[in-house]
Every structure is written in structure tokens, then in C-alpha cells.
């Protein structure tokens, strides 16, 4: 179902995309799902989906391996295939790399406000928050609950990035490239991830 049919106590539907569905986009997604529902329990439905995904395969060892560290557990995953359907029912969908918005968007044009980089939102929102008052932002738009607040979200990073909005700040493919990848694309995910859930968290006082 389209966002903007879903009703309003409906969990806000966040999409995660990397190229296998395995290593990047299921850590992230397991991170943000368990994140979000400590700052807003029960508000938000995360999962995942790759590009060129290995259908059924688990998750990555080693991405696995770090989301235990986190005390996060998702042994259960297993990867899907990115198609229009799945990005059409989705409020956000948030990309590893430039490549996946451009692969999002040949599935699903209609997607393109809705599609940014993960590490882009995590900036955006502490650009946007230190000239000014998120809740302020968000009320002025009529956005007064967690579906109309992340309905908004969207075009009001698309009005504060202008024309740099489709570019997307790459979190490198570790696969193949040994522990060390993955430990460098756990601290990006992360701090990314930690924003957004931290931003999340401002709005439940």
C-alpha cells in the first residue's frame, strides 16, 4: 500500500538497500529496528532488500558477528530481492550507495523524494537542527505524530540539500575485503544509525 494510504497509526515502513541484501543493509536495518523501537516502541516496521540480492542466503558472519557485539540479534534474517512492490510500500528508503538510489528509482521513479543515503539523513538532520528547532520545522508543516513527522521529513531534506539531494555518501561494500571493511563499515553505519534514533528519541518528551 502506498505511504499516503496507509492509516495513521500505522508503523512507519523504513527500507534499507545494499547490493546482496547481506552484509551492509541487514546490519543496518537490524540496528535501526532495534534503535527505533527503544525511542518509539512499536512506531516503526524496518527491514531490508538488495539490489541483487542473494535470495535466502543469512546475513554476512561478519556483519552478524557485529551485531552481536551490539547486543542485536538477527539470526533469522535472509535476503530478498529489491522490486517496485517492496519500494512502493515504503515511507523512506534509505541507500548504502548512489548506484542503489539509481537502482530504487528505475524500480520505482515515484520513490524519489523518499530515497536518500543513510549516511546523508544522520548529516542532514544535525545540519537542519543547528539553525534550527526540528519540532519548530515539523510543526509548521502540520506534522504533529511519528507518521506525519517522517511523511514530512523527506521534503524537508530535499528543501535543505537543493540540488545536492541525489547525491549519496557511499558506505563501502566489505565483502571479500577482510575484517578491518567490515569494522569500517560498522563505524559509519553506526553513527549514522545512532543519529537518527537519537533524533527520534528528541521528539517522545
Do not use: K
Request: with cysteine.
Amino acid at each position: 500500500m502506498s505511504p499516503d494510504r496507509q492509516p495513521p497509526d500505522a508503523p512507519v515502513r523504513l527500507l534499507t538497500v545494499c547490493t546482496g541484501n547481506i552484509c551492509r543493509s541487514p546490519y543496518a536495518a537490524a540496528l535501526l529496528r532495534d534503535g527505533l523501537e527503544w525511542a518509539r516502541p512499536g512506531a516503526f516496521e524496518v527491514t531490508s532488500a538488495g539490489t541483487h540480492a542473494v535470495v535466502g542466503r543469512p546475513m554476512d558472519p561478519e556483519s552478524h558477528r557485529l551485531l552481536v557485539e551490539h547486543e542485536v540479534d538477527d539470526s533469522g534474517f535472509r535476503a530478498r530481492m529489491l522490486t517496485a512492490r517492496v519500494v512502493g510500500d515504503q515511507d523512506l528508503v534509505l541507500v548504502m550507495t548512489g548506484q542503489h538510489r539509481a537502482h530504487v528509482l528505475d524500480e520505482q521513479p515515484a520513490a524519489h523524494r523518499r530515497t536518500v543515503g543513510l549516511v546523508d539523513l544522520a548529516r542532514t538532520l544535525g545540519e537542519v537542527g543547528d539553525h534550527a528547532r526540528w519540532r519548530q520545522v515539523l510543526e509548521d508543516r502540520g506534522a504533529l505524530d511519528v507518521r506525519s513527522r517522517w511523511r514530512e521529513l523527506p521534503l524537508v531534506i530535499a528543501a535543505h540539500r537543493g540540488r545536492r539531494f541525489g547525491r549519496v555518501s557511499d558506505v563501502p561494500d566489505p565483502i571479500g575485503r577482510g575484517r578491518a571493511a567490515f569494522e569500517r563499515m560498522a563505524d559509519t553505519i553506526d553513527d549514522a544509525v545512532r543519529a537518527v534514533v537519537l533524533w527520534e528519541a528528541d521528539f517522545a518528551g
